[in-house]
């Protein structure tokens, strides 16, 4: 019986992008490619993970019109001129910061969409199909946002 001996490698990359509005949708699929192509990592998967409550990860078609339809979909789904608890700063005792923001709407959207998507890696090739792409959303307004991308396997 041979024995196959398999490491397994851990790549960590965290990414800071400056959005310019809300909602924004901002192509991440290069740079990914550009971290695993580096990573040298053949067989295994890859995570983008958006550290934000306000901000998602999505794979979807980068086609200008879905995109417009994307937006009017979100605010659709939660209007950021609804009134929310969330944003009255007169009954909302927690998670307060002195730069605190009526963003209730961006939450709303967030937990629709997702803080992170994991690829599988075959080859040294991320397995998206041919029209997928890897967004950061913004959902809030213009901020630093930070990403993480965590490539894992052989």
């Known amino acids: 019986m041979a024995v196959v001996s398999l490491a397994t490698r ?15 949708f901002i192509d991440l699929t290069d740079r990914v490619k550009e971290i695993v192509d580096e990573s040298g990592i053949q067989h295994g998967q890859v995570v983008v993970f958006t550290q934000h409550t306000t901000a998602a990860i999505r794979i979807n078609e980068n086609e200008p019109e879905l995109l417009r ?3 009017a979909f979100l605010d659709r789904v939660a209007p950021e001129q609804l009134p929310y608890r969330h944003n009255d700063f007169t009954i909302r005792t927690v998670n307060m910061t002195d730069d605190e923001c009526a963003n209730a709407h961006a939450h709303c959207r967030q ?24 967004f950061l959303v913004e959902l809030d307004h213009p901020r630093e946002r930070s990403i993480i991308v965590q490539v894992l396997g052989q």
């Open 69 to 71: 339809d994307f937006v």
């Open 111 to 134: 937990l629709l969409m997702s803080a992170s998507e994991t690829i599988p890696i075959s080859h040294g090739e991320m397995c998206l199909g041919t029209w997928q792409r890897i």
């Open 10 to 24: 851990l790549v960590t990359e965290r990414l800071v992008f400056q959005t310019s509005a809300a909602p924004h």
